[in-house]
C-alpha cells in the first residue's frame, strides 16, 4: 500500500509505501496497488494516550473496549493505556488479560491496561502488581487514578515494588481532606458561584511529596492531570535534580479554564465544565501551556471519562467529574500549542506519540516516521475547521465541552500496522 503526497510531521510532500504492517520505503513519485491520497495532509506518528477510561468492564452504559477504541482511532491514537478504575476493579492479573484481549479482538487501537496500584482502589493494601508485570498483558503503568493514593507508605511501598520491572507509578494527585466535598476549582468564581473550592495546594502538596519520595526510593513517578502553575514549578524542580519524574496536561486544561462555570457557550453551572482536577485559572493555561512547550510537562494524556446522560445533565453538585476528549485531543493541542507558536508538528509528535509510549514502554508505538517503523501513523489535515457537536463522536457518550465552539483540524485516516481504522474521516 502506498500512501501518496503526506508531510511528514508537517515537513516537504512525500509518499509512504507500507509493507506487512510496516514502513517499507518513503520517497516520491511511488506506486502501488492500493493507493491512499493523503491530499497533502500532515503525517504523525500514531498517538499514544497514557490517561483513558474506557468504563469495561462495568460500566457498559458509557463505554466499552470496542466504542472506545473507535473513539479512539477517530482521535489518530493507536495506542492507549485503559485506566484500572473499573468494575471491577483492573487489580488482577484476570481483570487486565480480559481487557488486553478486548483491545486485540476489536483491533481498532491497542489497549494497554493500567494496574490499579491498590486493592479496590481502597487505598489499604498493595495489588498483585507483580502478576500483573507478569501477565499476557505486561502491564507497566499502575495507577488509581480517579483516587490518591495518599498514604505516603503504601506510595513509597508502589514505588519500591515497581522498580523490580521497570514500572511506573502514575499518581493523580488530590490531598482528600484539602478536597473534600469540592466542587470546582477554589479562586474567584467559586466565591462568586459559592461552590466549595478545590484548592491547588491539594495537587501541589501531593506532587511535593511523591517527587520527594521518588528520589529517596530511586524510582519512577508519573503525575497525572496536572492543572495548576504550582504544581509546574514544583515538577520544574524536581527535574533540576535529575529525578526520574514525568508528568502529563490534559487537553481541556490546556484550553479551557473555571469561568466557563459562570458563563459559557451552554450556560452557567452546566454540569459538563465539571472534572477533576477541576478547570483552573488564565494563570494556571498560561503555565501549563509554556511547560508543555519547555519540555517541563511531557506529554498530553486525554483524560477520556466517558459518562452517560443521566451522570452529567443533573444539578452541579450531584453531576459525575469527567469529561470525553480522545477526538478532540489533536484540535485542541492544535489550537492550544500550535496555532499559538508554541509548538511544531514535530514537538506534537514528541508529545503526543513518542513520549507517551516511552513512559508506558510500548515498544511498538510512538516510534518516528521512518523506513523499518511499525505503520502507525495519523493523517491530519490542520486546514479544517468544525463545529463541535456532541453527537458527532464515535464514543458511547456524548459529554464534550467543547459543545458550541469551533475547533481547528481534523483527522483524515489512521492506520494501525498498516491497516486503516480511519478513512476520510469515517471508521474503515
Ligand atoms: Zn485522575
Redesign the pocket.
Given at each position: 500500500m502506498i500512501i501518496k503526497n503526506v508531510r511528514i510531521l508537517g515537513g516537504e510532500a512525500a509518499d509512504i509505501r507500507i509493507e506487512d504492517g510496516v514502513i517499507a520505503e518513503i520517497g516520491t513519485s511511488l506506486d502501488g496497488d492500493h493507493v491512499v491520497d493523503g491530499q497533502g495532509a500532515i503525517a504523525l506518528p500514531g498517538l499514544v494516550d497514557l490517561?483513558t477510561h474506557l468504563r469495561e468492564p462495568g460500566r457498559e452504559d458509557a463505554e466499552t473496549v470496542l466504542t472506545g477504541t473507535q473513539s479512539a482511532a477517530r482521535g489518530g491514537y493507536t495506542a492507549v493505556h485503559a485506566?484500572a478504575n473499573t468494575m471491577p476493579v483492573a487489580d488482577t492479573a484476570g481483570v487486565v488479560e480480559q481487557i488486553w484481549r478486548l483491545g486485540q479482538e476489536h483491533g481498532y487501537c491497542d489497549v494497554q491496561p493500567v494496574g490499579a496500584v491498590t486493592v479496590g482502589l481502597e487505598g489499604r493494601q498493595l495489588a498483585e502488581l507483580g502478576a500483573m508485570a507478569d501477565s499476557a498483558a505486561r502491564v507497566r503503568v499502575f495507577?488509581d487514578?480517579?483516587k490518591c493514593v495518599d498514604d505516603a507508605v503504601l506510595m513509597r511501598r508502589a514505588l519500591e515494588y515497581v522498580k523490580a520491572f521497570d514500572g511506573v507509578v502514575a499518581q493523580?494527585a488530590?490531598e482528600p481532606k484539602l478536597t473534600k466535598d469540592a466542587q470546582m476549582n477554589e479562586g474567584v468564581v467559586s466565591g462568586r458561584l459559592g461552590l466549595a473550592g478545590w484548592p491547588a495546594v491539594a495537587e501541589e502538596a501531593i506532587i511535593a511529596r511523591d517527587c520527594l519520595l521518588a528520589a529517596h526510593v530511586g524510582s519512577r513517578l508519573h503525575v497525572?492531570?496536572v492543572s495548576t502553575a504550582g504544581s509546574v514549578e514544583i515538577i520544574r524542580w524536581a527535574k533540576s535534580k535529575g529525578w526520574n519524574v514525568t508528568a502529563e496536561v490534559t487537553p481541556h486544561h490546556l484550553l479551557l479554564t473555571d469561568e466557563l462555570v459562570e458563563e459559557s457557550p451552554v450556560g452557567s453551572y452546566n454540569p459538563i465544565y465539571k472534572v477533576?482536577?477541576p478547570l483552573r485559572t488564565h494563570a494556571d493555561v498560561e503555565a501549563l501551556r509554556a511547560a508543555l512547550a519547555d519540555g517541563t510537562i511531557d506529554i498530553v494524556a486525554t483524560?477520556h471519562a466517558p459518562h452517560p446522560v443521566e451522570d452529567k445533565e443533573t444539578e452541579w453538585a450531584a453531576a459525575a467529574m469527567g469529561m470525553i476528549g480522545l477526538e478532540t485531543a489533536l484540535s485542541v493541542a492544535q489550537e492550544s500549542m500550535v496555532d499559538t507558536g508554541l509548538l511544531d508538528w514535530a514537538g506534537v509528535a514528541e508529545r503526543m506519540s513518542a513520549a507517551p509510549a516511552r513512559i508506558g514502554r510500548l515498544t511498538g508505538h510512538g516510534r518516528p516516521l521512518e523506513v523499518g517503523s511499525p505503520a502507525n501513523i495519523v493523517l491530519y489535515d490542520p486546514t479544517a475547521r468544525t463545529e463541535i457537536k456532541p453527537d458527532m463522536f464515535a464514543s458511547k457518550s456524548r459529554n464534550t465541552p467543547y459543545e458550541g465552539i469551533s475547533l481547528p483540524g481534523k483527522v483524515v485516516a489512521t492506520f494501525l500496522r498498516g491497516k486503516a481504522t480511519v478513512l476520510e474521516g469515517k471508521l474503515a
Open positions: 490517561h485506566m495507577s487514578d480517579g493523580h488530590q497525572c492531570h477533576n482536577p483524560d
